[in-house]
């Protein structure tokens, strides 16, 4: 698969500056997904492995920024490279008629690693990057009643995921690695067709988040450019 993106934008948002920002964004990737599956019966169940080899590349350059009103040239190249591989498997059981129990483990591995470069007017060009790796189980379990096919009641458990990395400044050309961020998810959902047009859907979830990523701004750079993503020690979602 490959996917590439052009933009033009204009920095300052009126015609009064000729502050521009010129990018390109271009995604490279190679899957692989091969499964073994039970479809019918009381118990069923699949087993797969996935494998993906990816390159994503940011290019930008520009005219902008300070001082006024001149601006300054400016150009951002970074590339990173992914490698995935995991092993999955689930299953439905089923207990009694309309009630299943069902669930599944991800056990996914991930190597990351950046290399960027940024250079601001007259200033040398600055250059950093980071790799990372993480190895993870991703368990999900999920018990549901369905008297009828317009009425169900679910209750779920999981654990979510959100992938690590590298971070980069590019003001600064500083770069600092990031942890994954994890969610412990609890979810009760229920359907009913009050009417052959009217449906009702509810749902109570809670979320436990660990290592959340959070992006903080690099003091005396460009806001919104300049950040760096930490792990948060303690969070929250409500």
């Known amino acids: 698969q490959r996917f590439a993106v052009d933009s033009l934008a204009d920095l300052d948002g009126a015609s009064r500056l000729s502050w521009f920002n010129q990018g390109r964004k271009e995604e490279r990737r190679a899957t692989g997904d091969v499964t073994l599956a039970r479809p019918e019966g009381r118990t069923r169940w699949l087993l797969g492995a996935y494998a993906e080899r990816s390159t994503y590349v940011l290019d930008y350059t520009g005219v902008g920024l300070a001082p006024l009103p001149r601006g300054s040239a400016f150009a951002h190249h970074a590339t990173e490279t992914v490698a995935i591989a995991a092993l999955y498997g689930r299953a439905d059981y089923a207990l009694l008629p309309g009630l299943h129990l069902n669930g599944g483990v991800r056990y996914n591995g991930e ?14 060009r600055k250059t950093a990057g980071g790799s990372t790796s993480a190895a993870d189980w991703l368990p999900q379990l999920r018990l549901q009643w369905q008297p009828a096919p317009d009425r169900s009641l679910a209750l779920k458990w999981s654990r979510g995921y959100r992938s690590g990395g590298t971070s980069f400044a590019p003001f600064f050309g500083l ?24 449906k009702l859907n509810a749902a109570l979830f809670h979320a436990a988040i660990r290592d959340q990523q959070v992006p903080v701004a690099v003091p005396g750079g460009f806001p919104g450019i300049d950040n760096l993503l930490y792990n948060a020690d303690t969070s929250r979602r409500s």
């Open 111 to 124: 190597n990351r690693d950046l290399t960027a470069s940024s250079v601001f007017g007259a200033l040398p």
């Open 175 to 198: 770069a600092r690695d990031y942890q994954p961020e994890y969610a412990d998810e609890t979810e009760l959902a229920g359907r009913l067709a009050l009417t052959p047009t009217l």
